[in-house]
Antibody, heavy 123, light 111 residues
Framework: QVHLVESGGGVVQPGRSLRLSCAAS????????MHWVRQAPGKGLEWLAV????????YFADSVKGRFTISRDNSKNTLYLQMNSLRTEDTAVFYC????????????????WGQGTTVTVSS | QSVLTQPPSVSGAPGQRVTISCTGT?????????VHWYQQLPGTAPKLLIS???NRPSGVPDRFSGSKSGTSASLAITGLQAEDEADYYC???????????FGGGTKLTVL
C-alpha cells in the first residue's frame, strides 16, 4: 500500500529552524519526484517545493526561496524539508505529496499525500 | 492572492449540478499546462479528483468531470450528494513563476 508519513512538526520560535521528514513506502521512491505543500490555518493550499527523483533538480515557491531547502535520501526512502528563519506566517500543516507519474513530474497532479504535520511558529 | 482564481463558495441542493471555475492566464492554463482538481474534506489531506484536465483517477465517481478551454478550467459535479461538501482546489504550472500553483479554493455547500 502506497503511504507517506510526515513527521518533525512542532512549536518553534520565530527565527529558529526545523526539519520535516516524509517517509515513503509501498512504491519505488527513487523513481518519483516529490513535493512539499502547506496549508495555513483556515487558508488554501500553497505549493512550496519539488525535488526530482535523484535530487538533481529543485524548484521553490518565491515565498520560501532562500529560507527552505528540499532534499531526499533514496536509500532511506525519505524526503526532507529544512526550514530556516521561520516566521509566524509559516504556521501551517505541511504535506508531502507524490506526482502521479514519473515523467513530466513538474506538470502532473499529485495522487498520493501524507496526513500532514503541523508547524506552529510562535514566541 | 492566488494566481489561479476560483469562486470562494458555491452551493447546490442534493441531486443538482454545480460547476467550479478556475481562471488563469497565458503563463499557466493558457500556455497549455494541465489543470488538476483536488477535493479536501474537513480535517483531511487533499485527494486528487481530476487529473490532466478531464481524467478521473480510479475510484472517483463519474459524477465528477473536468474541462479546460483557453485560460480557464471547470469542475462539474452532477447528482450532488451531502458527502460532496468539501473544499475544492485547482492546480497547474506557471512558466513565469517556474513552479506549481494552486487556486484559492472553493467551498462547496450542499443545501
Amino acid at each position: 500500500q502506497v503511504h507517506l508519513v510526515e513527521s518533525g512538526g512542532g512549536v518553534v520560535q520565530p527565527g529558529r529552524s526545523l526539519r520535516l521528514s516524509c517517509a515513503a513506502s509501498g512504491f519505488t521512491f527513487s523513481s518519483y519526484a516529490m513535493h512539499w505543500v502547506r496549508q495555513a490555518p483556515g487558508k488554501g493550499l500553497e505549493w512550496l517545493a519539488v525535488i526530482s527523483y535523484d535530487g538533481s533538480y529543485k524548484y521553490f515557491a518565491d515565498s520560501v526561496k532562500g529560507r527552505f531547502t528540499i532534499s531526499r535520501d533514496n536509500s532511506k526512502n525519505t524526503l526532507y524539508l529544512q526550514m530556516n528563519s521561520l516566521r509566524t506566517e509559516d504556521t501551517a500543516v505541511f504535506y508531502c505529496a507524490r506526482p502521479r507519474t514519473t515523467e513530466q513530474w513538474l506538470y502532473r497532479g499529485m495522487d498520493v499525500w501524507g496526513q500532514g504535520t503541523t508547524v506552529t511558529v510562535s514566541s | 492572492q492566488s494566481v489561479l482564481t476560483q469562486p470562494p463558495s458555491v452551493s447546490g441542493a442534493p441531486g443538482q449540478r454545480v460547476t467550479i471555475s478556475c481562471t488563469g492566464t497565458s503563463s499557466n492554463i493558457g500556455a497549455g499546462y494541465d489543470v488538476h482538481w483536488y477535493q479536501q474534506l474537513p480535517g483531511t489531506a487533499p485527494k486528487l479528483l481530476i487529473s490532466a484536465n478531464s481524467n478521473r483517477p480510479s475510484g472517483v465517481p463519474d459524477r465528477f468531470s473536468g474541462s479546460k478551454s483557453g485560460t480557464s478550467a471547470s469542475l462539474a459535479i452532477t447528482g450532488l450528494q451531502a458527502e460532496d461538501e468539501a473544499d475544492y482546489y485547482c492546480q497547474s504550472y506557471d512558466s513565469s513563476l517556474s513552479g506549481v500553483i494552486f487556486g484559492g479554493g472553493t467551498k462547496l455547500t450542499v443545501l
